[in-house]
C-alpha cells in the first residue's frame, strides 16, 4: 500500500475513534495523544480497527514506537506486505 | 394485573422522554427485556422490564415526557386472561393536579396524565399545563440541547451532593510495579483484541476490597445506609463534547478480568453512543473515577447521591518510592477515597485505602 493511501486508512479510523478530529490540521511529526484527546480505551479501540482493518497485530511492547503519525505510519509500512 | 412504572435512571433524572416502544400489545416480554427508549437528559436509555408478562397496554405514547414513578404500560401475568377494557381511570389514581390547572388543561387540550408535575407530591400545576401545552412533541433533541440538559443534570446532582453529603477525602500512594509488570505479562499473550487495561485490574481491585468494606457499597436514603444488594460499579466516563455518565457494571467483584474488560469497553462505546441500559443508570452503589490519563496525580471526586462514596485514580507515573529501606523509581498512583460521613468514618475509609494497596500488591489474585 502506498504511504498516502495508508495515511487516509489511518486517519478515517482514528476519525471513527476520534470524530471532533481535523485530519487536516494535525501534525505528522507532533505526537498522536497531544493533539487529539485520545484516552488509553480510545488507543486500544484504534489498534483494534487497524487490527480489523489492516490485518496488523501491535503488540503492547511496540506502543512506544508509536507516538506521532510518521512512526505509526512507518510501523505499519514496514509490518504490511509491500 | 403488572403495571410497568418510569424507573429512575439515577439521582439528577426525574422524568423522561418516551422515544420508542420496543414491544405492542400482545407481546410476550421476558424479564430483563428493553421494552421502551426513554430519552433523559443524558442519554437514550433502553428501559428494561423485571417482571415477565404478556403486554395488554401501552399507555405513553412516544414523544411524551412522564415523571418517574408513573405508569407507562400494563401487562398481564403469563397465563392471566385478559380483562374488560376499564373505561375510566377512578379519581383516585388520577393524576393529582390543582382545579385551574385542569380547566386550562382542558382548554388547551392537554393530556394531564402525561405531563409531569412539579407541585408538592408532584401535583400538577397551572405553569406545568401551559409548559406542556407549548412543548413540541418531537424525537430526541438536537446534541446542543443535550449538551445544556446534561450540564443541568450534573448541575442538579452534584450541588444536591454538596447541599447534603458531609464529605470526608483521604488519599494513599499505591506502588503500581507489581501491577503493571503482571498486566504487560498477561497481554503480551493476549491479541489486541483482548487486551486488559489498567482501568479494569483497578476497577476489580476496587471490588474486591469493597467486599470487606460494606459500608462503602450503597446509599443513604431516608436517613439511614442501606447496604448495596450488589459490586455494582458506576464508571465515570467522559463524554467527548463535554460532560459525563457514569453508568454501573454489574457484580464487578464476581466477574474475571477479561470479561471485566470486554464489560468496560461495551459500556464506553455504548454510552458515548448514548444506548444506556435502564438498569446501568439506576443501581450503581459506589463511583470510581480514573483521570490519570488527563495527566493529574489525584482526583477528589464529589459522591453521586444517594451513593455514599467515590474512589478517585490519578495518572500512574514514576516517582522515588522508598521500600525495604532503599529508594528507587517505582510507578506509583494515588487513590483517594470520598466518603460519606453519615455513612462512614475516616478510620474505615483509612483501613479500605490500606487494603486496595495491598489488593494492588497482588495482582495474579485479581
Do not use: C
Request: charged letters at 25%; proline letters at 7%; glycine letters at 8%.
Amino acid at each position: 500500500m502506498k504511504r498516502e493511501d495508508l495515511k487516509t486508512r489511518v486517519l478515517g479510523i482514528l476519525t471513527t475513534i476520534a470524530p471532533e478530529l481535523d485530519a487536516g490540521g494535525l501534525r505528522a511529526d507532533e505526537p498522536l495523544r497531544n493533539q487529539i484527546d485520545l484516552d488509553s480505551m480510545d488507543w486500544l479501540n484504534f489498534l483494534v480497527a487497524l487490527h480489523e482493518q489492516l490485518k496488523v497485530d501491535i503488540p503492547e511492547a511496540d506502543y512506544g514506537k508509536l507516538a506521532t503519525l510518521d512512526d505509526l505510519l512507518a510501523y505499519l509500512k514496514e509490518k504490511l506486505p509491500a | 394485573m403488572i403495571e410497568f412504572k418510569l424507573p429512575s435512571l439515577g439521582a439528577d433524572m426525574d422524568q423522561g422522554k418516551l422515544l420508542e416502544w420496543k414491544v405492542k400489545p400482545g407481546d410476550a416480554v421476558e424479564r430483563g427485556q428493553v421494552i421502551a427508549v426513554v430519552d433523559t437528559s443524558k442519554a437514550a436509555v433502553d428501559v428494561e422490564i423485571w417482571h415477565p408478562g404478556i403486554v395488554e397496554e401501552l399507555i405513553t405514547k412516544p414523544g411524551d415526557t412522564v415523571p418517574v414513578g408513573m405508569v407507562m404500560a400494563k401487562l398481564r401475568e403469563t397465563g392471566e386472561v385478559a380483562p374488560a377494557p376499564a373505561p375510566t381511570i377512578p379519581p383516585s389514581l388520577r393524576k393529582p393536579a390543582s382545579p385551574a390547572a385542569r380547566k386550562r388543561a382542558h382548554e388547551l387540550d392537554v393530556d394531564i396524565d402525561k405531563v409531569a408535575g412539579t407541585g408538592p407530591h408532584g401535583t400538577v400545576t397551572l405553569a406545568d399545563i401551559e409548559k406542556a401545552a407549548t412543548r413540541p412533541a418531537t424525537a430526541a433533541p438536537p446534541a446542543a440541547d443535550r449538551q445544556a440538559e446534561m450540564r443541568k443534570a450534573i448541575a442538579a446532582a452534584m450541588s444536591r451532593s454538596k447541599r447534603e453529603i458531609p464529605h470526608y477525602y483521604l488519599s494513599e500512594a499505591i506502588p503500581m510495579h507489581r501491577a503493571l509488570a503482571h498486566l504487560a505479562r498477561a497481554n503480551e499473550a493476549r491479541p489486541v483484541t483482548e487486551r486488559v487495561l489498567m482501568g479494569a485490574l483497578q476497577l476489580k481491585a476496587v471490588a474486591l476490597t469493597l467486599r470487606r468494606f460494606p459500608e462503602l457499597n450503597g446509599f443513604w436514603r431516608d436517613g439511614a445506609f442501606q447496604p448495596g444488594a450488589g459490586i455494582h460499579i458506576g464508571v465515570a466516563i467522559s463524554m467527548r463534547q463535554g460532560g459525563l455518565v457514569a453508568p454501573a457494571i454489574h457484580d464487578v467483584d464476581e466477574r474475571g478480568l477479561e470479561d471485566l474488560m470486554r464489560a468496560l469497553a461495551d459500556l464506553v462505546k455504548r454510552a458515548r453512543a448514548g444506548s444506556l441500559r435502564s438498569s446501568e443508570m439506576s443501581d450503581p452503589t459506589i463511583t470510581v473515577t480514573n483521570l490519570g490519563e488527563q495527566g493529574v496525580e489525584s482526583v477528589f471526586g464529589v459522591i453521586y447521591p444517594p451513593q455514599v462514596a467515590l474512589v478517585g485514580f490519578g495518572r500512574v507515573a514514576e516517582r522515588a518510592w522508598a521500600e525495604d529501606g532503599a529508594l528507587r523509581a517505582a510507578p506509583v498512583v494515588t487513590a483517594t477515597l470520598s466518603g460519606d460521613h453519615r455513612a462512614s468514618d475516616g478510620h474505615r475509609g483509612a483501613r479500605f485505602l490500606a487494603a486496595l494497596r495491598e489488593q494492588l500488591q497482588r495482582p495474579e489474585a485479581l
